[in-house]
């Protein structure tokens, strides 16, 4: 199965834009990219899903270059409601997570 | 409200036992996922069902068998339940789309199973 590579943590604080890469080495030529939100206790929740270029949908944009071998999470000027864990996620119908990336938002 | 109903949201067991997990996906979704989440841990993908055949297996202990009904709703069934088999355990839905796209998936609130 399809492994992505992605932060384990980062910080930010309200207002920011934050920008979560990650990685897609090896990446199908059908695969989508997809990425989820998870809050804690609850189940994870789509946000956003690209083939590549540029997606933006009234939650976040996705930043696929050419190569397809990473995408950016950007959300902007976060609040403390954005805490949560991300995960990118690559393939067809397969919905394996990685470790995810946990994003703190602080005051 | 993601449409997809899991029951039931809590279940407390003794070591040993044996439990049944259900799901109900979305109307019209055809696949069902299973997900188990221990604590602070990553999702760990179980088992995949699509319209009653599986399509894919995770980690997946041979204690655990799943299976999708003809109405699509879908039982996780934990067997010779061990301490360390308590975590969330979440179920998805989707319905595929064509090999040109792809689809998100819906997940429900999950069950919350601790073995005592």
């Known amino acids: 199965l399809a492994k992505t590579t992605q932060p384990i943590s980062m910080d930010s604080y309200e207002g920011q834009e934050v920008n979560i890469t990650c990685s897609h080495n090896?990446?199908?030529?059908?695969?989508?990219i997809t990425w989820y939100q998870q809050f804690p206790s609850q189940g994870p929740r789509f946000i956003i899903q690209?083939?590549?270029t540029k997606v933006t949908n009234e939650v976040a944009s996705l930043f696929i270059p050419a190569d397809r071998k990473s995408s950016t999470l950007s959300l902007p000027r976060v609040s403390l409601s954005d805490t949560a864990v991300y995960y990118c996620?690559?393939?067809?119908?397969?919905?394996?997570f990685g470790t995810g990336t946990r994003l703190l938002v602080s005051p | 409200d993601s449409g997809v109903t899991q029951t039931p949201k809590h279940l407390i067991t003794a070591t040993g036992q044996r439990v049944t997990l259900r799901c109900s996906p979305r109307?019209?979704?055809?696949?069902v996922y299973w997900y188990q989440q221990s604590l602070d841990q990553g999702l760990q993908f179980l088992i995949q069902?699509?319209?009653?055949?599986?399509?894919a297996k995770g980690n997946i202990l041979e204690r655990f068998s799943a299976q999708q009904f003809p109405d699509l709703h879908s039982e996780l069934n934990l067997s010779s339940l061990e301490l360390g088999d308590s975590a969330l355990y979440f179920c998805?839905?989707?319905?595929?789309?064509?090999?040109?796209?792809?689809?998100?998936?819906?997940f429900g609130q999950g069950t919350r199973l601790t073995v005592v």
């Open positions: 998805a839905s989707s319905n595929p789309g064509t090999a040109n796209s792809d689809t998100e998936a819906f």
């Open positions: 090896n990446i199908a030529t059908n695969d989508y």
């Open positions: 690209g083939y590549k």
């Open positions: 996620l690559e393939g067809f119908q397969k919905l394996v």
């Open positions: 109307s019209g979704d055809l696949s």
């Open positions: 069902y699509y319209n009653g055949e599986e399509r």
